[in-house]
């Protein structure tokens, strides 16, 4: 082979190899127990939709795709807005992260309605009865309503509720101490707000989280398929 040939060779390999490296790209971040990246072609999907799915299915800034705890009146003003900024995020199209992003949006939002009406019902407890599929927790609506006896009710529930603490006569030994509190029944019906009422009208929510666990699952790994993902120097002491 003349020399002239084999250089022609070896500037066409190069050539190849450099058209090849300039088709891809890389982001890198981290997970919460190791250095991650994606690699991914540029002329078919753009950066940011692979660094939000990255984020947003391994990434320790996930968190930032959730919703923030609607506990005061500020977080509950934003509760729905976060919401809709999730819907409004751009992702790569794979059907399962769009599901999975859309199972917590509407998490989101029904979990905003509950405490919106939660933060009214202890002057009209009957919103409660608006929130959709909590029929079975009705009873502690009729309690707070004054339909049925809220002291018996909290009475019941917490001995329900004791088998599953660590320390059932001690937990039992300091609800009941509340009895002779002035403000005891006012302190009667947050309890039931939060342990009889929250408890079970937010438990109407699991197939929300059901669907984010299916779709999760589904959304990693179609993901791990379509693109070349690698973590590398993972903690393994925090692994668990």
Not at 13 to 25: D, E, G, I, M
Not at 146 to 153: I, L, N
Not at 200 to 218: K, V
Request: aromatic residues 10%; hydrophobic residues 40%.
């Amino acid at each position: 082979m003349g020399l002239r040939l084999r250089f022609a060779l070896t500037v066409s390999v190069l050539a190849a190899w450099a058209s090849a490296a300039a088709q891809t790209a890389r982001y890198d971040f981290k997970t919460e127990t190791c250095d991650a990246s994606v690699t991914f072609d540029p002329a078919i999907y753009d950066k940011e939709s692979v660094q939000n799915t990255a984020d947003f299915l391994f990434g320790v800034s996930q968190g930032r795709f959730h919703a923030r705890k609607a506990d005061s009146d500020a977080s509950l003003a934003a509760c729905h807005a976060d919401a809709e900024r999730l819907r409004a995020i751009h992702f790569v199209d794979i059907a399962s992260v769009h599901a999975l992003a859309a199972d917590i949006a509407d998490r989101t939002d029904a979990y905003c309605d509950l405490k919106t009406l939660e933060r009214t019902s202890l002057a009209d407890p009957s919103v409660l009865r608006r929130f959709p599929h909590s029929e079975a927790c009705y009873p502690a609506v009729d309690a707070l309503e004054g339909r049925t006896d809220a002291v018996q009710f909290w009475r019941q529930m917490i001995a329900s509720l004791a088998p599953n603490n660590v320390d059932p006569q001690g937990y039992l030994a300091n609800q009941r101490a509340h009895e002779a509190a002035p403000d005891f029944h006012d302190w009667v019906r947050r309890q039931i707000l939060t342990y009889g009422w929250h408890n079970c009208a937010n438990g109407t929510l699991r197939p929300y989280q059901d669907a984010e666990l299916l779709h999760r699952t589904q959304a990693e790994q179609e993901f791990s398929r379509a693109f070349k993902y690698t973590e590398q120097n993972c903690d393994k002491s925090s692994a668990d």
